[in-house]
């Protein structure tokens, strides 16, 4: 089955919050509790917080889609961040958070995400950014290989509130 990357739309809230239930919990650490990681998801990964992002002009969405199946999902974020750990380890600017970037685990292994992460640098680019960040959990040992291997490196660390747990993260950045 022939798959593309597109822009999300409103449309998609309802597809991108059951993709998000699915491939969240795969990027949290062991020892998360499922408590805390639906509580993540109620707070900002259901349906209605997906047409929100949508509907914010500084978020793009970029979804794999397979004849309406949505296989993954990426999210620019194209406004300077907030975080002091955050901006004090950019060397990138102006710089271009991709604040999610998920596959359907039935898909891993198949060149998806690389072709995401391609489509999701390109756009980053295309919009004036001269870098990409992201933050990763620093246990998330797969994460971390992909993300450098598709030319990030770490350069610094950041907390992140996962529901009642503070977890760390590792400050990833490329050149785009």
Not at 73 to 99: C, F, G, I, K, N
Request: glycine content about 8%; proline content about 5%.
């Amino acid at each position: 089955m022939s798959q593309t990357i597109r822009e999300a739309t409103a449309d998609d809230a309802g597809r991108l919050a059951e993709l998000a239930a699915v491939t969240f919990p795969l990027a949290c650490p062991p020892g998360s509790s499922p408590e805390d990681i639906a509580a993540h998801l109620r707070r900002t990964l259901s349906a209605e917080k997906f047409t929100e992002y949508l509907a914010d002009p500084d978020i793009t969405i970029l979804a794999i889609d397979a004849a309406g199946e949505l296989r993954g999902y990426s999210m620019l974020v194209a406004r300077p961040t907030s975080d002091t750990d955050v901006a004090t380890a950019l060397t990138h600017t102006p710089s271009t958070e991709l604040s999610k970037c998920y596959v359907h685990p039935e898909h891993h292994g198949l060149g998806a995400a690389a072709e995401l992460m391609k489509a999701t640098l390109d756009r980053a680019a295309g919009s004036g950014a001269a870098g990409v960040w992201l933050g990763v959990n620093s246990q998330n040992a797969k994460a971390i290989r992909f993300y450098e291997k598709s030319g990030f490196t770490k350069v610094g660390t950041k907390s992140f509130r996962l529901g009642d747990t503070v977890e760390h993260d590792f400050v990833m950045e490329r050149m785009v």
